[in-house]
């Protein structure tokens, strides 16, 4: 009898794998399978552990591709698809297409499955003896797991779920807690982002000891945490959630904690925002065009020379994902606004061949800033504070906004102070479209967020049908979940 996804994966995962290189974590093979007991004997069976994970993470399943720079993004409206090309139905939105149907299984699959490995790894760390690991590597270890699942489930309440502002009462994902066949019942919404919140507030705690906090003055190897579930990253996961749920008290909490960090005056800072000289270079391949001195949390992708280098270029054809230059003279208001100094705008994108494409993504040959693709960055800590304050405190909300734009080389032209709050959450929403293209769907899932009854450029109005992806028919028919 057929399995459902979940089961599915959780049955493949039965088996842990030798890590003689990250890619054989998931090679199922008898050569490769060796007792549960012996691989987690050790703090490198951990480390091994979650490396496979992360290595999942970045494949094209994920988000190497379809969690990142292609399914959700396109979803955002903020590329101009061509009509023959792979993207069209799910620019239009047509998740009942083969080819869309296909693309959702493996999100949910994959996603799931990295789920799975991680409360295996969970499992035996909680009978684990600590004094197998070396310094506070038993917290960290824990906490970053325990986060990253959070993380993980909170991406697919935001893909397969009802956002909390159009129904707190529907059905959330399952919440898979154990390393088990078993079934797991859907919660609601509401009961859901509650247990990924708590997942959270636990994880912080046990990252506590992250080096990337716990040091006064990180070093390469501690800023390198960057590319793991950190510390900094569980705090901005949080205030991320919290601001889903509608609660812009403990959002508010979350980002200022962000913020603070950000602004503090200690000499040696785990994240910062970009330096011009990092931006103004005077060879393309050191331009910092992602500004990852910001990034909280982010992906090594070891194939993205092939992906970005495909996707963002004259060479994919009619499958390439950037915006047009017009689009992208209105994401960054260059006429209305005469805008086209923002660093987002003018390293942005590049030329190749007769057109120009969206180029921050770019692999250079040699370049110092490769490969990295941000999850969570600190300037959305800044909306997320400006959002909470903007009826309470405008002043302080447009302060926030100022300094993100301030950043971008928008400061001889600060918003103005004298806003009301609906103003303020226009302009939020145009930092989005210019923060995030590229990014994961933040764009479509703000616009999830807030229930917005338009998604601009969209051909449709959006309702349940556009913001809700379908759950895999297998899971429905063998599993019994519905959204």
């Known amino acids: ?179 088990s066949t078993n079934v797991v019942n859907q919660k609601t919404v509401g009961e859901t982002m509650t247990l990924i919140v708590n997942d959270l507030l636990v994880a912080r705690e046990c990252l506590q000891s992250d080096s990337l906090k716990a040091s006064k003055n990180p070093n390469v190897h501690n800023v390198s945490r960057k590319c793991y579930f950190n510390y900094y990253a569980c705090v901005g996961a949080l205030a991320r959630a919290y601001l889903w749920m509608g609660d812009k008290e403990n959002a508010l909490k979350y980002a200022k904690e962000i913020i603070e960090q950000g602004e503090s005056e200690e000499k040696s800072l785990p994240f910062s925002w970009v330096h011009f000289s990092a931006i103004k270079t005077v060879h393309d391949y050191e331009c910092d065009r992602t500004f990852s001195s910001e990034h909280l949390f982010n992906l090594k992708i070891n194939e993205w020379e092939d992906i970005a280098n495909y996707y963002f270029k004259a060479t994919s054809g009619t499958s390439s994902l950037s915006p047009s230059i017009e689009k992208a003279m209105d994401i960054y208001e260059v006429n209305s606004k005469a805008y086209g100094n923002d660093y987002r705008y003018l390293k942005g994108y590049d030329s190749d061949g007769s057109s120009k494409y969206l180029c921050k993504f770019w692999h250079y040959e040699n370049g110092t800033y490769n490969d990295m693709y941000p999850l969570i960055r600190m300037s959305e800590a800044y909306y997320i504070a400006a959002e909470c304050l903007k009826d309470t405190d405008p002043t302080t909300a447009i302060k926030y906004l100022n300094e993100v734009r301030e950043a971008r080389n928008l400061d001889s032209d600060p918003l103005n102070k004298d806003v009301t709050a609906n103003e303020i959450q226009n302009e939020i929403f145009k930092e989005y479209r210019k923060e995030f293209v590229g990014e994961g769907g933040q764009l479509f899932f703000y616009y999830k967020r807030l229930n917005a009854s338009e998604i601009k450029g969209a051909g449709v109005t959006p309702n349940k049908s556009i913001y809700v992806l379908p759950i895999p028919s297998a899971d429905v028919e063998f599993g019994g979940y519905n959204n």
């Not at 974590?25 to 496979?52: C, M, N, R």
């Not at 409360?119 to 506070?136: Q, R, Y």
Request: contains cysteine.
């Open 1 to 179: 009898m057929k399995l459902s996804i979940i089961k599915t994966f959780l049955f493949s995962a039965m088996a842990v794998y030798s890590l003689s290189s990250c890619n054989d974590w998931l090679d199922v093979t008898p050569k490769s399978q060796i007792k549960e007991e012996a691989h987690f004997s050790t703090e490198g069976g951990y480390q091994d552990q979650l490396t496979g994970i992360y290595t999942a993470m970045s494949s094209k399943s994920m988000y190497g591709l379809n969690m990142g720079i292609g399914f959700t993004e396109v979803l955002s409206q903020n590329y101009n698809v061509n009509s023959n090309g792979i993207w069209r139905y799910p620019s239009e939105y047509g998740y009942s297409n083969t080819a869309c149907e296909s693309t959702i299984g493996a999100i949910w699959s994959s996603t799931y499955g990295c789920i799975a490995n991680l409360n295996l790894l969970i499992k035996n760390i909680n009978s684990a003896d600590p004094h197998v690991f070396t310094d506070n590597h038993y917290n960290v270890i824990k906490g970053e797991a325990l986060g990253l699942r959070a993380f993980l489930h909170f991406d697919l309440m935001r893909l397969f779920a009802c956002s909390p502002a159009a129904d707190n009462n529907a059905k959330g994902v399952p919440y898979v807690t154990e390393y």
